[in-house]
């Protein structure tokens, strides 16, 4: 590698994968479909895509899925603490770029659908497809209820409370 490539490598950001120039977009893919998969079992294994468990949790009758969604927080929290405290860079010597978030109240508007349909359906976009690929096929109605979501807030997102 030339001198003049590393330092430009050293001194660049990482915003998103997806930005990035990539030569082999296939083998990005794969690397990516491979942790999905992986990601899915362990979401199968510990339950977490269990409608039974979901219900149990939002009616207040177990600790399962409370005790799962505290362990990702902490686990976040630690890492980025560690990400910024020790400046860790991406596998490819980019700089990890935190922006600051701003809170708004049509997060607390969001925030309000999201749990009501996830209450209701029993899926949240995590699980969606570890439950399609374990079998819940009616799971396909919450997916193209999602697709649909997202694009209606995509085409209407300024006429929303920000």
Same mark, same amino acid.
């Given at each position: 590698m030339?001198?003049a490539?590393?330092?430009?490598r050293?001194?660049?950001?990482?915003e998103a994968?997806?930005l990035?120039a990539?030569?082999?977009?296939?083998v990005?893919l794969?690397?990516y479909?491979?942790?999905?998969?992986?990601?899915g079992i362990v979401?199968?294994k510990?339950?977490?895509?269990?409608?039974?468990?979901?219900q149990?949790? =939002?009616?207040?009758?177990?600790?399962?899925?409370?005790g799962v969604i505290? !362990?990702?927080?902490i686990t976040?929290?630690?890492?980025?603490?560690?990400?910024k405290?020790?400046?860790i860079?991406?596998?490819h010597g980019e700089a990890?770029n935190?922006?600051?978030?701003?809170?708004r109240k049509?997060q607390?508007?969001?925030? =309000?659908i999201?749990g009501?349909?996830?209450?209701l359906t029993?899926?949240?976009?995590g699980?969606?497809?570890?439950q399609?690929g374990?079998?819940y096929?009616?799971i396909?109605v919450t997916l193209f !209820?999602?697709?649909?979501?997202?694009?209606v807030y995509?085409?209407?997102?300024d006429?929303?409370?920000n």
């Amino acid at each position: 590698m030339k001198v003049a490539e590393k330092i430009t490598r050293q001194d660049s950001h990482c915003e998103a994968p997806n930005l990035r120039a990539n030569h082999d977009k296939g083998v990005e893919l794969l690397k990516y479909l491979i942790l999905g998969v992986l990601f899915g079992i362990v979401f199968v294994k510990a339950e977490v895509i269990s409608w039974f468990r979901i219900q149990e949790m =939002f009616r207040l009758q177990s600790f399962h899925m409370y005790g799962v969604i505290g !362990s990702a927080v902490i686990t976040g929290i630690i890492s980025i603490q560690v990400i910024k405290r020790f400046g860790i860079k991406t596998i490819h010597g980019e700089a990890i770029n935190i922006p600051k978030k701003e809170f708004r109240k049509g997060q607390v508007i969001g925030g =309000f659908i999201f749990g009501l349909g996830w209450a209701l359906t029993g899926a949240c976009p995590g699980p969606l497809f570890a439950q399609i690929g374990s079998g819940y096929t009616v799971i396909l109605v919450t997916l193209f !209820s999602a697709l649909a979501g997202t694009w209606v807030y995509g085409r209407f997102a300024d006429k929303f409370p920000n």
